[in-house]
């Protein structure tokens, strides 16, 4: 028991020892390190003359007012028709079917149209081109669709193995089928997407002025601004497909009483000239005005725009 007591006793004596032992080994603050301030930094007296470059300088702030000037006008967008009409149209030797709907819509009814009467042997959603045989007789058929002249509109075109247009009675069949079949469809093909990008028609600056080209033939581009400007209020002076040129006068939609009478007696005004010129493959309409009308190059633009098909 004494022994015990002894024992405990030279323990405690130990581990009292061993703490203030190691209590000298404490790591020293690093924040009172510098408590003691020494002497101050001896600098070379040459280096405060030393210039200073400002290699990235602030603005100067002005108090300028904004300048006045002209915004701008957006970029033409072609407009679309909305009420899904089907046509056949014809140029010479030369038809289609002209839809006011996607390619990307007129590709999935057009597969919906074969999948009952033909066997697709070969379709290419990107070109738009379908190769197809007949169930009944084993005719091979060649559908392309493309894109029209009119923003979200499509175009179809019926071909034999030769390149050949194939009988109307074809083109016949495939309209029918489209009119009943089109309100209301929303089938729509994501691999035919890119076909509602490749439009025909885009607006460009010739000399600084406004003009449309057409990824068109000079016939095919002759025929559809013929039917534009027809269908609408500007009224063609004279045209030579020859010389390539159209000229036309305006109607400012001037209904005052003098307006009546200066519009009378100038009723054989000529206000623009519009001309094709060849691109390439490509076609471009230029417009030049030819009087001091207050209807602009944009405006005039605008209404041939409107009437495109």
């Not at 190691?22 to 280096?47: I, Q």
């Not at 080209?213 to 095919?220: A, M, N, P, Q, S």
């Amino acid at each position: 028991m004494k022994f015990t007591q002894i024992l405990n006793i030279f323990l405690i004596i130990f581990f009292i020892n061993g703490c203030s032992f190691l209590s000298s080994f404490a790591r020293e603050n690093p924040n009172e390190r510098y408590k003691e301030e020494g002497e101050d930094l001896v600098t070379n007296s040459e280096t405060e003359d030393l210039e200073i470059s400002n290699d990235y300088p602030y603005p100067s702030i002005q108090n300028n007012p904004l300048s006045q000037s002209e915004l701008p006008r957006p970029k033409k967008i072609f407009s679309s028709g909305n009420s899904e009409k089907v046509e056949i149209r014809r140029l010479g030797e030369i038809y289609w079917i002209y839809i006011e709907a996607l390619p990307s819509k007129m590709w999935a009814l057009t597969k919906d149209l074969l999948a009952a009467q033909y066997d697709i042997e070969n379709e290419d959603p990107t070109s738009g081109k379908i190769k197809a045989k007949s169930k009944a007789n084993g005719e091979d058929i060649n559908i392309i669709l493309e894109h029209g002249i009119r923003n979200n509109s499509s175009e179809i075109y019926l071909e034999d193995d030769s390149g050949a247009a194939i009988d109307v009675g074809f083109y016949n069949s495939f309209s029918n089928y489209f009119v009943e079949n089109l309100p209301g469809y929303q089938g729509n093909s994501l691999a035919a997407q890119s076909l509602n990008l490749n439009k025909k028609t885009r607006i460009v600056y010739v000399q600084k002025e406004i003009g449309i080209e057409f990824k068109l033939t000079f016939e095919r581009t002759w025929s559809a601004i013929s039917r534009a400007l027809e269908r609408s209020s500007l009224e063609i002076k004279d045209r030579n497909r020859e010389l390539k040129y159209f000229q036309v006068s305006v109607d400012e939609d001037d209904n005052s009483f003098f307006g009546f009478f200066s519009r009378s007696n100038n009723a054989a005004d000529v206000d623009y000239e519009l001309t094709f010129t060849q691109s390439g493959e490509n076609t471009i309409l230029e417009f030049k005005k030819l009087s001091n009308t207050s209807i602009s190059v944009n405006d005039l633009v605008d209404q041939i725009n409107e009437n495109l098909s």
